[in-house]
Each structure stands twice: as C-alpha cells, then as structure tokens.
C-alpha cells in the first residue's frame, strides 16, 4: 500500500523529508507564494520572530545556548534525535520565508541543523520553539520570561496557521485555506493535474 501525502511529508526519513520539501519549493514555490494569503502570513511570520529574537537577545540566551552546545557532546539539547522533529511542511515554510535548509553536521550526536552559530533554521519545530531548560529559566527575569513565552507562543500559532494554509494545498483536502481564497484553488488544482500523489511517491528515499 502506497504512503499518504501526510504520511510523507510528517513520517518519512529526515532524508526523506528533507529532499521532499526542496523538490516542492523548486517546482511549487512560485505557485506558493503568489497566494496573497501566505504572503501576509509570511509578513506576520518574520515580525513574531522577531519578537522572539529580541526577548532572547535582551536574555543572553543565545551566547549561552552556544557555548552549552559547543561543550556538550551531543549538542546540549539540540540532540541528534531532534533532527527528526523537522516535517517536510516546516522545513517547506522555512523555504518559502527564503530561509536557508541546509544539513550543517551528520555526527550522530548533533540535530542535523546546528550550526556553528546555533539552530540554522529560522522557524523551528514545537519543541525547539517552546523548550527552555533550567538554567535558561533562572538566568531570565520573570517579566521576561513572560514576554517570551507569550512572543514564543504566537509564533508557534502562526506557524500552525501557515501549515494549516499549505496542508490542503499539498494534500488535496478541500478545507481551511482552499475554501478562503479562490485563488489557492487553483494551485490546488495546478498542483494536483500536474503531479498529484505521484509526485510525493517519487519524493522519497528508500
Ligand atoms: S536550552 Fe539549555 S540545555 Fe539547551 S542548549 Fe540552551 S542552555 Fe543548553
Ligand atoms: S531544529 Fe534547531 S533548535 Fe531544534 S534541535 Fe535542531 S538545531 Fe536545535
């Protein structure tokens, strides 16, 4: 039995993924980012990071994430099993924001997306996003600490938003974002005459 759309883009190998969300932005991004409707989520997208960004800056938080990881062997809590975290439509979205998806490592100890600088991805999973371990916490001011977990917490509603918005376009599904615009129809439409499911079985890897 062939794997759903979902199951591909969400279960597929990191690999899988990985070369499936790249094969999707090279021949759908156009289409993708001639909806009006992504555009603005995108808009939305980079001004609630940098919300994030600034509350973490004001924290210190990245200078000790980096020194954490560089002196831990498995890469702090960016653990090689994180890598697996990433699905194609994030790692979908993050293209479309114009953001580079690149492997940076493949150890076996690190996520497959640290950097020498931290975290290459500009939008992260869940987990990533939301994780804030002990000493993070106390090095942070309550007030602060409040003004993250709120910016973090839009962001991650965004992103499920702009998932929300592409899922039916890559799935099929006559819901949420095709039934809202008339023109995501049509890239619904484009996208299934010209590839349909046949595109993602030919997207994975063994
Ligand atoms: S969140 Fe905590 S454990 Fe993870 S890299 Fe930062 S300092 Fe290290
Ligand atoms: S995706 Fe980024 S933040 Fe998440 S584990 Fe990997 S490197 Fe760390």
Do not use: W
């Not at 969400?10 to 991004?29: N, P, T, W």
């Not at 940098?50 to 990245?62: I, K, T, W």
């Not at 960016?78 to 439509?89: F, G, K, Q, R």
């Not at 690149?102 to 100890?109: I, V």
């Amino acid at each position: 039995m062939h794997p759903t759309t979902i199951d591909l883009l969400y279960g597929s190998s990191l690999s899988g993924k990985f070369q499936l969300a790249h094969r999707l932005f090279a021949e759908f991004g156009a289409q993708f980012l001639s909806l009006a409707a992504l555009q603005d989520h995108l808009i939305t997208l980079r001004r609630l990071q940098d919300d994030v960004h600034r509350c973490m800056a004001e924290s210190g938080m990245p200078a000790v994430c980096r020194n954490c990881a560089r002196s831990n062997a498995t890469g702090g809590c960016c653990s090689h099993a994180m890598t697996d975290e990433n699905d194609a439509v994030l790692l979908l979205f993050n293209l479309l924001a114009g953001a580079p998806v690149e492997l940076q490592r493949n150890e076996g100890a690190e996520c497959l997306f640290l950097g020498e600088e931290g975290c290459s991805l500009q939008f992260k999973p869940y987990f990533c996003l939301n994780y804030l371990c002990r000493r993070l916490r106390h090095l942070t001011s309550p007030a602060l600490l409040g003004r993250l977990e709120r910016a973090s917490g839009l962001l991650l509603q965004e992103q499920y938003a702009v998932e929300q918005l592409l899922l039916p376009l890559l799935d099929g599904l006559p819901q949420n974002g095709c039934q809202r615009a008339g023109k995501n129809a049509t890239v619904k439409d484009d996208f299934q005459e010209s590839s349909g499911l046949s595109f993602f079985q030919t997207a994975t890897t063994p």
